[in-house]
């Protein structure tokens, strides 16, 4: 939990994007679902410039960046490209992500303990310029601990195998899976790292996450834009932070 005494709701907009760009039309507009997230209670707004751009372009980053008055969580692949287009924005948080083209959505986490000199090089110039710079990695020790090493302040914990367990009904391979991730965020938290959570995120599989030792920030996309059809977006935004702050209570 934050010091304002609850976990920070962080809204991922990219498939607004997805949406708009199916048709090659002006709409719907990322920023418009951005400014209805923030009225709606968002404590911030993530964006993945994917190196393909198949949702988020690079005029939406540009528009995100003026046009909202939450925090931006820049989500990127750690490239060149994506490090020049991250310094001349400077948002408030830059998180690397691994990418593979074909992949259908981000399937693991970075591979930071084999790439530790590069990343830690990489990392630098992030910081200099003020980005909270977060790595999106499974619960592994040795991602995490190299993530510590590597001088990231914050590690995002990829939820996506425990959110497809549960939604498949694998109710006790998901156990093991939440078990495996609330292992990880303590050893995270221990270690001096903010914990964040992400990716696959629904209504039935936040009060579990949302609680996670140590950790300070959701960030759920999909399923809200998702639900947004049934139920409109801010009111989906505003159940999903009920149920956070429902399990939060809950715990204390
Ligand atoms: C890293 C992450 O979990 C999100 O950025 C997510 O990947 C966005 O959706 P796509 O994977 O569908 O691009
Ligand atoms: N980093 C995870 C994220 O931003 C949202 O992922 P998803 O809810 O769209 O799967």
Not at 44 to 50: E, P, S, V, W
Not at 137 to 166: F, K, M, N
Not at 223 to 246: K, P, S, T, W
């Amino acid at each position: 939990m934050t010091s304002q005494g609850r976990v920070r709701l962080g809204v991922n907009i990219d498939h607004v994007a997805t949406v708009r760009n199916a048709r090659g039309s002006a709409w719907p507009d990322p920023l418009r679902a951005a400014l209805l997230a923030e009225a709606a209670g968002a404590d911030g707004i993530t964006a993945h410039l994917r190196e393909d751009r198949r949702h988020i372009r690079d005029e939406d980053i540009a528009a995100l960046m003026a046009g909202i008055s939450v925090p931006l969580n820049f989500e990127m692949a750690a490239t060149a490209e994506m490090q020049a287009i991250a310094l001349k924005h400077r948002p408030h948080a830059v998180c690397l992500v691994p990418e593979k083209r074909e992949e259908r959505t981000t399937e693991g986490g970075l591979d930071v303990a084999s790439d530790q000199n590069r990343l830690a090089d990489y990392i630098a110039p992030l910081r200099a310029a003020g980005a909270r710079v977060s790595l999106f990695i499974g619960h592994d020790p040795r991602q995490i601990e190299a993530s510590a090493r590597v001088g990231a302040a914050v590690v995002e914990l990829h939820t996506g195998t425990y959110c497809d367990l549960v939604a498949d009904g694998h109710l006790a391979e998901a156990a093991a899976e939440l078990q495996a991730l609330r292992q990880g965020a303590t050893l995270a938290h221990g270690l001096g790292l903010e914990v964040h959570a992400g990716h696959g995120i629904s209504f039935d599989t936040v009060a579990e996450l949302a609680v996670l030792p140590g950790v300070m920030e959701l960030n759920i996309g999909h399923f809200l834009i998702g639900e947004a059809i049934f139920r409109g977006l801010g009111n989906a935004i505003e159940e999903m932070r009920r149920r956070m702050d429902e399990a939060c209570e809950a715990q204390a």
